[in-house]
């Protein structure tokens, strides 16, 4: 199929559109951490089926040597590698 000939008729000048304003930001810009930390958590994180506990699901990076160490840990304590490594961080905030 080809494409009919305009017939000289005019193409309206089509106007630029206004960008949208950005919307502000609902923190404020000196909020404490505490208060920044809730509402992360209150986002990003699942119900977990323990009462008071959070499901947070990320990817850990690590060195093979640290991996394989954690996993050894894991093993000898009859543990999954989760529940070690959620001690861990636990103690270490304490």
């Given at each position: 199929?080809?494409?009919?000939?305009?017939?000289?008729?005019?193409?309206?000048?089509?106007?630029?559109?206004?960008?949208p304003q950005?919307?502000?930001?609902?923190?404020?810009?000196?909020?404490?951490?505490?208060?920044?930390?809730?509402a992360?958590?209150?986002?990003g994180?699942?119900?977990?089926v323990?009462p008071?506990?959070?499901?947070?699901?990320?990817?850990?990076?690590?060195?093979?040597?640290?991996?394989?160490?954690?996993?050894a840990r894991a093993?000898?304590?009859?543990?999954?590698?989760?529940g070690?490594?959620?001690?861990?961080?636990?103690?270490?905030t304490?």
């Open positions: 199929m080809s494409r009919r000939p305009s017939g000289g008729r005019q193409v309206p000048e089509q106007l630029p559109l206004d960008e950005a919307s502000p930001k609902k923190t404020p810009a000196r909020a404490e951490p505490d208060q920044l930390a809730k992360a958590i209150a986002r994180a699942k119900p977990s323990t008071g506990h959070v499901k947070l699901t990320f990817t850990l990076d690590l060195p093979r040597a640290l991996a394989k160490r954690l996993s093993i000898r304590e009859s543990r999954n590698l989760g070690v490594i959620c001690d861990i961080l636990g103690r270490e304490q």
